[in-house]
């Protein structure tokens, strides 16, 4: 029976319900494809705006009978269509910096960032410690959370081995503008409060610059490992005119 649904006479039948269907110019007959014992699909060119490579397709079927007839058309993307990228959820898709003013981002379920705060205990000197390091919080950061954010803080532009921290002998963790961190992220970063610098930024404690609060202004004798030029020693020597001309300089 698939060997009738294969003749120029079912190619036909396909074209005419096509164009049927939908309406729409069907360019030539691309290929046929046998479904199962008793239906073969029947594709032809596209040829549709913003469709290249789309092709159209129609089911031919054979009832136990004899009689062929049409099951199903549609407009199907062929091998080298372009078609859309596989969906990926929106909390998949979400980058940093794709935050802006007025949305809402809300962590994902489970997040393993976070974990469960705990409530006051009405103790003044308990919840004062409890405030400062977030036990009084809904949720608070877990363990990974802090480490996955500490890692990014030390690779980034302001961590030990920026281009500006190795330009330099100053480290940030001396100098009067490094506001340490609460917590156990104390120990190795902070935020530098110098507008000159890196101002508002989380800065590594070995990271550096040259606007540290130690730093001192040129003192003026010239570079440490030379002596200043003193233009006041040169002496200047005139040039007799008869000389200069005959190129005796």
Same mark, same amino acid.
């Given at each position: 029976?698939?060997?009738?649904?294969?003749?120029?006479?079912?190619?036909?039948?396909?074209?005419?319900?096509?164009?049927?269907?939908?309406?729409?110019?069907?360019?030539?007959?691309?290929?046929?494809?046998?479904?199962?014992?008793?239906?073969?699909?029947?594709?032809?060119?596209?040829?549709?705006?913003?469709?290249?490579?789309?092709?159209?397709?129609?089911?031919?079927?054979?009832?136990?009978?004899?009689?062929?007839?049409?099951?199903?058309?549609?407009?199907?993307?062929?091998?080298?269509?372009?078609?859309?990228?596989?969906?990926?959820?929106?909390?998949?898709?979400?980058? #940093?910096?794709? !935050?802006?003013?007025?949305? %809402? *981002?809300?962590? /994902?379920? $489970?997040?393993?960032?976070? =974990?469960?705060?705990?409530?006051?205990?009405?103790?003044?000197?308990?919840?004062?410690?409890?405030?400062?390091?977030?036990?009084?919080?809904?949720?608070?950061?877990?363990?990974?959370?802090?480490?996955?954010?500490?890692?990014?803080?030390?690779?980034?532009?302001?961590?030990?081995?920026?281009?500006?921290?190795?330009?330099?002998?100053?480290?940030?963790?001396?100098? #009067?503008?490094? !506001?340490?961190?609460?917590? %156990? *992220?104390?120990? /190795?970063? $902070?935020?530098?409060?110098? =507008?000159?610098?890196?101002?508002?930024?989380?800065?590594?404690?070995?990271?550096?610059?040259?606007?540290?609060?130690?730093?001192?202004?040129?003192?003026?004798?010239?570079?440490?490992?030379?002596?200043?030029?003193?233009?006041?020693?040169?002496?200047?020597?005139?040039?007799?005119?008869?000389?200069?001309?005959?190129?005796?300089?």
């Amino acid at each position: 029976m698939s060997s009738a649904l294969h003749t120029s006479a079912a190619v036909d039948v396909a074209r005419a319900a096509l164009e049927t269907d939908e309406g729409a110019a069907v360019g030539a007959h691309v290929a046929s494809v046998a479904e199962d014992d008793f239906s073969v699909a029947h594709y032809f060119e596209a040829d549709l705006p913003a469709y290249r490579g789309w092709q159209w397709c129609a089911v031919v079927a054979a009832s136990p009978g004899g009689e062929v007839t049409v099951s199903e058309t549609a407009l199907l993307p062929g091998p080298d269509a372009l078609t859309p990228p596989a969906w990926v959820p929106w909390d998949q898709r979400v980058r #940093a910096g794709d !935050l802006a003013p007025g949305d %809402v *981002l809300p962590p /994902a379920h $489970g997040d393993p960032r976070l =974990e469960p705060g705990y409530m006051l205990s009405g103790d003044p000197e308990q919840d004062a410690v409890a405030g400062e390091i977030g036990v009084n919080l809904e949720r608070v950061m877990t363990r990974l959370g802090r480490t996955e954010a500490a890692g990014r803080w030390l690779e980034s532009e302001f961590g030990p081995e920026a281009e500006m921290a190795r330009s330099t002998r100053f480290h940030c963790g001396d100098c #009067a503008f490094y !506001l340490p961190l609460a917590g %156990v *992220l104390r120990a /190795a970063f $902070g935020v530098c409060g110098n =507008e000159f610098a890196a101002d508002g930024r989380v800065v590594h404690a070995h990271y550096g610059c040259g606007a540290h609060s130690s730093a001192t202004g040129s003192s003026g004798s010239g570079s440490p490992a030379y002596p200043p030029y003193d233009d006041g020693e040169v002496e200047n020597v005139e040039i007799p005119a008869a000389l200069e001309a005959a190129g005796g300089v």
